[in-house]
C-alpha cells in the first residue's frame, strides 16, 4: 500500500467529512480495505508541517501521529519537505479596495517531494518484485503516469508498443 | 509504468467526494482521474475510518505512550472497542 499522506489528509479530514477519525491506524485501515489482500507494507509518504500562527501546535499533533502509527512493523514513514514561504498573487474579484487585477502578496504552504517519492518506492518495489498489487491511496493525477504509462495517455491512445532502449 | 511495463496490478483506493451539480443543483460523485486506467477503484467511507482508529493512548516500543491528541479526540476514540 502506497498512502498520498498529504492528498488523503485534505481529501478525508480537512476538506472531506471524516475529520472526527484523523487518529486513523493506517495499518487496520488498509487491511480492512476491499479486495482483501496480503498486505505485506504500508509505505506512508507526508512531509513535517510547520507551525503556523493561526495553528501552532499542529507539528505536535502530526507527531503524535507518526510516532502512534509507526508502531506498526508492517508501516514505514517517507518524508518529503513542506515549504512556506510568500508569494504575489492576482485577486480572483475586488476585495475592499482593491480591484480584481490588484496583486496581492499570499502565503503559499506546499508539500514537496511525496509524489515522485511515492512513484519511485513503487517502482523500485517493483522491479524488486516486492508485490504482486499495488494499492495507492491517492486520488491525485500526478501519479498517473508511474501507475498508468505513458502512453496511456498518448494520442495514440491505449495500450501500444512499449519503447525499447538501444544498449 | 507499474502496469505495463511491470505487468502488476495496480489498484486505487480514494475517498469519496461529492461535488455539486451546477445544472441540477445535486451533490454527485465526482469521477476519478484514474478511470479505465487502473485494475481497480474502491472508495473508502465511514466505516472504514470508524473502525480502524488507534486506541486513545498507544504504547511505544521504547515503553513510553502517545496520547490521541485532544483536538483530535472523538467520542469513537474513548470506546471501548477502540
Known sequence: MYIDGFNFYYAAFAEGEFGDFKWLDLCRFCDD?????DIVAVRYFTARVKPLPSDPDNYRRQDA???AVSTCARLSVHLGQFTRHTAPARLSEPAGNLSSLAK????????????VDLASFM??????????VAVVVSDDSDLHEPLCGWYATSSAGGSGSSVSFAT | MVRDELGRRVGIVRVVRYLKNPRTGRREQRGSVFRDKVDFIKDVRRHHFANAQLRSEVQLKNGKSVACPEAWRSPINDHPSV
Open chain 1, 33 to 37: 480495505l476491499p479486495p482483501r489482500l
Open chain 1, 65 to 67: 501521529y507518526l510516532r
Open chain 1, 104 to 115: 496581492v502578496r499570499m502565503h503559499r504552504t506546499e508539500e514537496k517531494g511525496s509524489d
Open chain 1, 123 to 132: 517502482l523500485l518495489d517493483g522491479f524488486k518484485d516486492l508485490y504482486d
